[in-house]
C-alpha cells in the first residue's frame, strides 16, 4: 500500500512538471495515475481483508491480556492478605522481629514468582516449556546472583544462628560498620547509625567478618582512665572517683565498683574505674562522668596534667 503510494506522489509530481508537454503525453500521465490509484485501493482492501481474517485472533489476545492483568490484580490483593496473615500468626507467636521480617520478605517472593507463573500458562505458555526454561537459566542465573545467593544464605545463617536481632546495636569489626538493626531482609540487613543514617549492609557481609554486639546483654561495663599529676593526692583522687560512682543514679550498686591505679605513666598516675550501667544509658553514663570528675578535680585542686617535655639546658 505504501509502495503504491510513492508510485502515486512520483507520477503527480512529473504531472505537475509536464504542464508544457504534448496533449499525448499529459493523458499517459493520467492513465499511468489512475492504474497506481487503483492499485493503491487494491493494497488497501487486502489490508483490511486480512485484519478481518485474524479478527477473531486479535480480539481473542487482547481478551487474555485483560484477564491476564485482573489476574494480577487480584493476586496482588490476595498475597497482600495471606502476608498479613502470616504476620498476624507470628506475631501472636511473639517470633523475633527479624523471623518476622525476613518470612515476610520471602513470601512476597515467592508467592510473586509463583503468580507470575500462573499468568504465564494462561496466556498459552506450556508449564513444560516453563519449567525447561528455569532449568537452562538456572546455572546462569545461579553464576550471575552468585553474591545475592550468598547474600540469601546469610539471611539463614542469621536467623539460624541469632548473633543479633532487631534493635540491637552492632559492630561489624572488618567493615568499620556500626549501628542499630532495623531490618534483617532476605539479601540485606538495614541499619541506622547514631547520626541517623541509614546503612544497607549485605547479610554475606555480616557473616563473613566478626561482630560485636553491644547490646546483647542488659548491663554493661563502664571502663574509665583518668590521669592526674604525680604531684597531686591519689589517695584523695581515688576517694572522689568512689564517691561519684557510690553516688550516681545510674551505676548499678549491686555489681564490682573498682577504682585503682591502671598505670605510672611518663607524665601522669592512671587512674582507672570499673562499674556496671544499664546498656542503654551507658554513652549517658560516661560522658557524664567525665565531666564530672574534671569539675570535681578542678575544684579540689586535683591537677589532671598533659603530656609535656621538660627540657634542661647544660651552661658550660
Excluded: C
Excluded at 544464605?153 to 539460624?160: D, R
Excluded at 532476605?186 to 547514631?194: A, E, G, L, P
Excluded at 546483654?217 to 561519684?244: F, H, T, W
Excluded at 550501667?277 to 589532671?304: H, M, S
Amino acid at each position: 500500500m505504501f509502495g503504491a503510494a510513492g508510485k502515486l506522489t512520483a507520477y503527480l509530481t512529473v504531472l505537475t512538471s509536464a504542464s508544457g508537454t504534448s496533449e499525448q503525453t499529459m493523458d499517459d500521465v493520467i492513465d499511468s495515475a489512475t492504474e497506481v490509484t487503483a492499485e493503491a485501493g487494491q493494497e488497501v482492501n487486502q489490508f483490511f481483508q486480512m485484519f478481518q481474517d485474524n479478527l477473531p485472533d486479535i480480539i481473542a489476545f487482547g481478551l487474555r491480556v485483560v484477564f491476564a492483568i485482573i489476574f494480577f490484580v487480584i493476586g496482588s490483593k490476595v498475597i497482600t492478605w495471606i502476608r498479613k496473615l502470616v504476620r498476624r500468626s507470628m506475631e501472636r507467636a511473639d517470633a523475633d522481629m527479624g523471623v518476622r521480617q525476613f518470612v515476610d520478605s520471602l513470601l512476597k517472593f515467592g508467592l510473586y514468582a509463583i503468580l507470575l507463573f500462573s499468568i504465564a500458562t494462561r496466556f498459552g505458555v506450556e508449564p513444560s516449556s516453563v519449567a525447561a526454561l528455569i532449568a537452562s537459566a538456572g546455572v546462569a542465573v545461579g553464576l550471575a546472583l552468585k553474591g545475592s545467593l550468598s547474600n540469601l544464605a546469610g539471611g539463614i545463617l542469621i536467623l539460624l544462628l541469632k548473633p543479633f536481632a532487631v534493635g540491637d546495636y552492632i559492630i561489624v569489626t572488618g567493615e568499620g560498620i556500626e549501628g542499630t538493626v532495623k531490618e534483617i531482609q532476605i539479601f540485606y540487613t538495614k541499619m541506622t547509625t547514631v547520626d541517623n543514617q541509614t546503612v544497607v549492609v549485605p547479610n554475606g557481609i555480616l557473616t563473613d567478618n566478626s561482630l560485636t554486639n553491644v547490646t546483647a546483654r542488659p548491663e554493661r561495663q563502664l571502663d574509665l582512665k583518668v590521669g592526674i599529676s604525680y604531684d597531686s593526692d591519689l589517695k584523695k583522687a581515688k576517694s572522689l572517683i568512689e564517691n561519684m560512682l557510690l553516688s550516681h543514679e545510674d551505676i548499678i550498686q549491686d555489681e564490682d565498683i573498682k577504682v585503682f591505679v591502671d598505670d605510672l605513666a611518663d607524665s601522669a598516675v592512671v587512674i582507672g574505674l570499673r562499674a556496671w550501667v544499664p546498656t542503654e544509658k551507658y554513652w549517658a553514663t560516661r560522658w557524664q562522668l567525665l565531666e564530672n570528675i574534671k569539675l570535681t578535680f578542678d575544684k579540689e585542686g586535683i591537677e589532671i596534667p598533659y603530656d609535656q617535655l621538660t627540657v634542661h639546658v647544660k651552661q658550660q
